[in-house]
């Protein structure tokens, strides 16, 4: 069995090895550029690890993981055209080093790039793994949609908000998950398992990374503490907020909603002290638990023996016990 | 044998046909309503003709003729935002008609269902279609970057722009036709003298369009005469033009392109005519003449009955006399 962190090499290694044209360069710049910034690669790390529990060697299924990663820092680059984004990973995201078109182009360059190591994989797994991948990617561009269209909106209800976050997020750890057991061979059910695993794990990852950006350990969390509520950004807490039938509450949300950022620390501290209030960090840790749980009983009836699941047991537990 | 026309009811019948799915709305409405303006199909028509060049029942080609279509209007709708070009086929552009941000992500989707479609092919077929389709989607992003990169460019060489018109335009028409001869089940050898008859064909018809847009028939040509000499884009003409050693021509059409757009007029009018002293229609005619011809010698050799290949030499024929 391989452990996480030689998983994660041995991608490292390989996303080094991704060979581009030369030309045109400022096609081509971009993505190397974006691949090489420091990210976590949990999603290509999970199907090594799916796979691993169904086959000693993983090689075959190194195309996949890669094609997963290009695809998920696809969607960062044209995400952040889209939410105008001008930092990514502590680095300047691409519309910003270079310019909106050149991160347009060079983003669709990267989803075809994406399937083209996805035609790498074994010729009899092909099938199976492009309907995998593309009914996937299709899906994360529609929570990508409902994101936005959150934006404009007041009154998400918290099912929309899960429904776009198993879109956006979920799903292609689910399917990452999938196709590593694809290649390793699994029967449906496990591969359906896996799938479910990820699918769970995903949605209470990213509760996670909500309650972190509001109560993260601001000497470890990687981005400043409070961006989503200075920019307003619909998450499970404030969508939660919003839904408050406290009026006097919610009024407030409201009139801070509208302040602009001039009371950048004040608008932070307020709709902290307001979340606090309404105890959402602990009804967040109770939904992010359920999905957590929900996720490990789905691993857990992956018929392998338990003593090859540790790893991505482990790695599950990592992840909702992260500060970053 | 099918006819063009034929060819073109089918494709119409089954973009008609296409599945979206009901939510969310904004993201597939713009793919269906790119998809239903009036487009001239030539590429899912030539997939079809070359399929049955080698096979009676084209059905099994109809799947990836459609790929093709909705990979070419993926293109329009990004490079529509990359250009700022608000107008396509006489309607609103997606990012006109609703906004820069819907038509960067419903062209994503809409990337992706092209590939959806590809997977519907026959399975033994996919290996192969996959890597052509590929290949080819790269490249015409590639000649996408050339083609801005020209924009700030005046020393533009013929071969260069030759080259940025096979991989933005004549790659696809090649690649349409040998998809076609790939699920027809023809020899290799065909297959590529298909691709390099659609090669050719394209870059003849690309040439053509300069012509057109210069010295079309104002009454049937789609779109305003004039149209690339008042946003001084580099077509055919105008680098032959800039590459003259004419020094009095060269600064008169320096002089008009830095011109701004309040003597519309007076610009159309002055750059013809210093096209027409340095004889430029006739050396894109020539061009032209030069690309149909070999186009037409590569469709001659492939090993099938002639009178099995009138239709797309007709159509070849026609594509050279077309006026719009």
Sequence with gaps: MITFSEALSYIEHAIKGIHYPKQPQKLYEPIAYLLLLKGKKIRPALTLLSCNLFKQTIDEAINIALAWEIFHNFTLMHDDVMDNADIRRGQPSVHKKWDENTA????????????????????????????????????????????????NRLDVKEEEYLNMIRLKTAVMLGASLKSGAIIGGAMEKDKNLLYDFGLNLGIAFQIQDDILDVYGDPSVFGKKI???????????????????KDEKEKKELLFWLQTG???????????????????????AHEKMEYYYRKSIRKLNKVNVPVEKKIVLMNLAKELMNRNS
């Design 104 to 151: 347009i182009l060079s983003g669709d360059a990267m989803l075809i790039l994406a399937y083209k190591y996805l035609a790498k994989s074994p010729v009899h797994n092909q099938k199976e793994l492009l309907d995998l991948f593309s009914t996937t990617a299709a899906e994360i561009c529609e929570g990508q949609e409902y994101d936005m269209q959150f934006e």
């Design 226 to 244: 409070g961006g989503d509520i200075l920019c307003n950004k619909k998450t499970y807490l404030l969508v939660n907020a919003l839904n408050t």
């Design 261 to 283: 950022n001039n009371q950048k620390e004040k608008k932070i501290l307020e709709v902290t002290s307001l979340y606090d209030r309404l105890l959402l960090k602990e009804k």
